[in-house]
Nanobody
Framework: VQLQASGGGLVQTGGSLRLSCAAS????????MGWFRQAPGKEREFVAG??????YYANAVKGRFTISRDNAKNMVYLQMNSLKPEDTAVYYC??????????????????WGQGTQLTVSS
């Protein structure tokens, strides 16, 4: 299983950015995919998940971020709008072969990408 996140960068407050995650080595369409983030000195936290039946989100990003997936391309995306300085973090994509939905804890995901840095300037 391999996950490769990309698309991070420096954005001004209020701006938008889309993160991408390329997956390989497993049956992508059957996996729950998620995005997490980790800011300096903080624990890794859930951002968004897609359990094959639509997305679910952390309250901090609900209404601003959208997770989507393209099973034909083995890709998962995170569209981030109305960015705030507190969104600054390293963003990780993750995958889980669990059934069901609603997974928000890192320990439920057994495959991780390398992370991509998002910095939102004020």
């Amino acid at each position: 299983v391999q996950l490769q996140a990309s698309g991070g960068g420096l954005v001004q407050t209020g701006g938008s950015l889309r993160l991408s995650c390329a997956a390989s080595g497993f049956t992508f369409s059957s996996y729950v995919m998620g995005w997490f983030r980790q800011a300096p000195g903080k624990e890794r936290e859930f951002v968004a998940g897609d359990a094959r039946r639509g997305g679910y989100y952390a309250n901090a990003v609900k209404g601003r971020f959208t997770i989507s997936r393209d099973n034909a391309k083995n890709m998962v995306y995170l569209q981030m709008n109305s960015l705030k300085p507190e969104d600054t973090a390293v963003y990780y994509c993750a995958g889980s072969d669990r059934a069901g939905t609603g997974y928000t804890q890192p320990y439920w995901f057994d495959s991780w990408g390398q992370g991509t840095q998002l910095t939102v300037s004020s």
